[in-house]
């Protein structure tokens, strides 16, 4: 059976597992010359297998921070689903499915849609603003480093 949201599940996962070696900088001061890794931490994919993302150590005097790590295309930070998933979502409730009935085509549940759909809604328009993009799903992997650095500075601004 033909089924598009398994379908993109598969694909997203697959290129952020091509995608984990990408360019190196620190994310927070972007110096790209002195850092050491500086172990792992896992995340899901959105296939909910683990992967380990590398962390570095800047060294850096002048960073505010110390430590980072590049997330490949598509992971976002902290949130588990892509960009790719949230607008697809979003597309389905803004041609009239009902959140239960995306709910079910996604495999997941009424709490968790609607603020999944509260969410696309701020960050489409976040992208649109800041990027001049009506479509969210960037791509190019280089940028992508900046992207989700902005992603966190604007959406967990704590973290
Ligand atoms: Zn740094």
């Known amino acids: 059976m033909h089924h598009p949201w398994s379908s993109l599940i598969s694909f997203l996962s697959e290129i952020t597992r091509k995608n984990c070696d990408s360019i190196i900088c620190c994310t927070h001061c972007g110096n790209r010359h002195t850092y050491v890794k500086w172990g792992f931490y ?17 060294d850096n005097d002048l960073c505010p921070r110390k430590t980072f790590s590049i997330l490949p295309h598509a ?16 597309k389905m409730y803004e041609q009239r499915n009902s959140i239960a009935g995306i709910a079910r085509h996604t495999g997941s549940n009424w709490t968790r849609i609607q603020r999944l759909i509260a969410k696309a809604i701020s960050i489409r328009d976040w992208i649109k603003q800041e990027y001049g993009s009506t479509s969210a799903c960037l791509s190019a992997s280089k940028q992508w ?10 959406f967990y601004p704590d973290r």
Request: aromatic share 18%.
């Open 42 to 58: 896992s995340r899901y994919l959105f296939d909910d297998e683990l992967i380990n993302i590398q962390r570095f150590r800047c």
């Open 75 to 90: 992971l976002l930070p902290i949130m588990r689903a892509s960009l790719c998933m949230l607008m697809y979502i979003l």
């Open 145 to 154: 480093t900046y992207f989700t650095r902005e992603f966190s500075w604007v």
